[in-house]
């Protein structure tokens, strides 16, 4: 199970921390990833972590970044200089397994809820 939180209102150039919490005890094995998904449009690949290696979206320009806690079972996604494009419906990811596919949605088996974030200008 995956849980986000932290999702909010924020004002363009913000900064905003989403966090994942996972059930389960084979969490550090696990690929983890975040997408986001505007209104009107398709899921897409924000970032991913498999041990410690990192992934990001081309138009994340450094300014997220993805971390782990493995004692803690959570993922976090550190967002800086928001932007009106980054307001989405946030979703934390698990993968059982690394793949170079890890930025395609059908490669995670299991899904948040979602967690909500809204960026005003």
């Known amino acids: 199970q995956l849980v986000e939180s932290g999702g909010g209102l924020v004002q363009a150039g913000g900064s905003l921390r989403l966090s994942c919490a996972a059930s389960?005890?084979?969490?550090?094995?696990?690929?983890m990833g975040w997408f986001r998904q505007a209104p009107g449009k398709a899921r897409e690949f924000v970032a991913a972590?498999?041990?410690?290696?990192?992934y990001y979206a081309e138009f994340v320009k450094g300014r997220f970044t993805i971390s782990r806690d493995n004692a803690k079972n959570t993922v976090s996604l550190q967002i800086s200089s928001l932007k009106p494009e980054d307001a989405a419906v946030y979703y934390c990811?698990?993968?059982?397994?690394?793949?170079?596919?890890?930025?395609?949605?059908?490669?995670?088996?299991?899904w948040g809820q979602g967690t909500q974030v809204t960026v005003s200008s």
């Open positions: 972590i498999s041990g410690s290696r990192t």
């Open positions: 389960g005890r084979t969490f550090s094995t696990y690929v």
């Open positions: 990811a698990a993968d059982r397994q690394y793949s170079a596919s890890y930025y395609r949605v059908g490669e995670y088996d299991y």
